[in-house]
């Protein structure tokens, strides 16, 4: 019996559905973070995003069209609890009721995401990710959504990228909730940490049969030269990046000796967190969108590393100008792969902004087809050699609201006209269609 392959697209709820203060929804951090000037280019809110909320039928019958059997999507917490616990809205709760079973209609099988950034503000206002009642409080919220949901959605995701959301929110700011200083970042991520193990525990507990996990981003990292310095400041990059949430999930620890200053960490521990921090998933989530080459550099607090962009190094670019280098994502699948505790390993996100040319009848994107064309090729050629690959999910589904980049950069597989709500398939879904119809086994050939 051949094992199935997991096909699929993603989106998430903050940046696609829109009705931000709507229908019995309360505040995100999102929200409140985009209406201050200067945090969100151009001044964009996700106040009405890609109205998916109001259209999530139409944009149903585009993946069923494109013939893509798999889509995830994540719940937004301030729709299903505005306050982020006790009062349940239910609208909010109906909303994603309706929403599984029209995939499940259409023969699509849903893939859900817990947190995809969008913390209820109410929660924020008592520390959000710095207080540890978020233990309870994400406990709480899990648990209502396997009581609705458990019984059609097989598929979970605790967190996306928590390094991310704790990183860019809790230390650098130039994410919601906006906050800075080391201390903001260590105590959110040993937190994030200790949630992401407790959710998949939970879950699995609800239900043995569920497959559970969760995500990370992860960058392949090159050192700039052959220094020794150059080659030590990538441990380091590839420590915070690639193994800082990973290697506690599976019984590690932090990566503290190669990241000295992570072990101020252990100030927000209490007693069996090391313990706690472990869990056992069915599979782990990649998203990979581009390399890092990392050069040594004194005056960056606390990596000494600096990462040298890739229009320094005349490196081919996305719009966003991140290193279109697709054999990352194959060492990337090895490097996780090598873990011996990760059982499954998911692409649960791989895509790329261009600019797309748009006509009365067509978008033309032929950089994103070149781009998943030689990156598809990869994982390929992983799924030969590494029997733990399992799927692969395009980054995105429709244009949409890309956080502090607000609407500029177009990820989607389908074109929004944010005018008029307008989706026009690209070039690129066209593509990718023909992709599901040949691994579906329905024509002949496929060009990658």
């Not at 699509?108 to 207080?131: A, F, K, R, V």
């Not at 949901?149 to 991310?164: G, S």
């Not at 700011?173 to 105590?187: E, Q, R, T, Y």
């Not at 590839?238 to 590690?252: K, M, S």
Request: charged share 25%; glycine share 6%.
């Amino acid at each position: 019996m051949i094992e199935p392959f997991y096909w699929g697209v993603a989106s998430s709820a903050l940046q696609t559905e829109g009705a931000a203060f709507k229908e019995g929804k309360g505040p995100s951090i999102w929200d409140i973070f985009s209406e201050k000037k200067g945090n969100i280019h151009g001044r964009h809110t996700p106040e009405n995003a890609c109205s998916f909320y109001y259209r999530y039928k139409e944009d149903l019958d585009l993946i069923q069209s494109m013939h893509i059997p798999n889509f995830r999507f994540s719940v937004s917490w301030p729709r299903i609890l505005p306050q982020g616990r006790k009062h349940i809205n239910p609208k909010g709760i109906s909303f994603y009721d309706r929403l599984i079973d029209s995939c499940l209609e259409r023969n699509i099988e849903p893939w859900l995401t817990i947190y995809h950034w969008d913390l209820p503000l109410q929660l924020e206002m008592q520390g959000g990710w710095t207080n540890r009642d978020i233990l309870g409080w994400f406990s709480d919220y899990t648990e209502l959504l396997l009581t609705k949901y458990a019984d059609r959605v097989k598929h979970w995701m605790v967190l996306n990228e928590p390094l991310v959301f704790t990183g860019a929110g809790y230390f650098l700011g130039v994410h919601a909730p906006g906050k800075k200083g080391m201390n903001n970042f260590l105590s959110a991520a040993h937190h994030a940490a200790l949630v992401q193990a407790a959710g998949i525990r939970q879950i699995k507990s609800f239900d043995e049969q569920l497959k559970v996990g969760t995500t990370f981003s992860c960058s392949d990292i090159s050192s700039y030269s052959n220094e020794p310095k150059d080659i030590e400041a990538a441990i380091r990059v590839n420590a915070l990046l690639n193994r800082f949430f990973v290697e506690p999930l599976l019984g590690y620890g932090y990566p503290i000796k190669d990241l000295p200053f992570v072990q101020r960490i252990e100030q927000f521990y209490k007693a069996n967190d090391e313990q706690l921090l472990q869990a056992s998933p069915d599979f782990i989530g990649l998203q990979n969108y581009t390399r890092e080459v990392v050069k040594y550099a004194w005056t960056t607090p606390y990596l000494h590393a600096k990462l040298i962009s890739a229009k320094k190094r005349n490196a081919k670019h996305t719009l966003l100008q991140w290193e279109i280098y697709p054999e990352g994502i194959y060492n990337l699948i090895h490097q996780f792969a090598a873990y011996p505790e990760v059982k499954e390993i998911i692409v649960t996100e791989n895509g790329a902004a261009f600019a797309d040319i748009k006509s009365e009848q067509e978008v033309l994107d032929t950089e994103r087809i070149e781009f998943l064309k030689s990156y598809i090729s990869q994982v390929r050629r992983a799924k030969k050699d590494c029997s733990k690959l399992k799927g692969y999910f395009v980054w995105s589904l429709t244009d949409n609201f890309e956080w502090a980049e607000g609407y500029s950069p177009r990820f989607g597989l389908v074109h929004i006209d944010y005018d008029n709500q307008q989706r026009t398939i690209k070039a690129s879904g066209k593509w990718y269609k023909r992709l599901m119809l040949y691994e579906a086994e329905k024509i002949d050939s496929v060009v990658y």
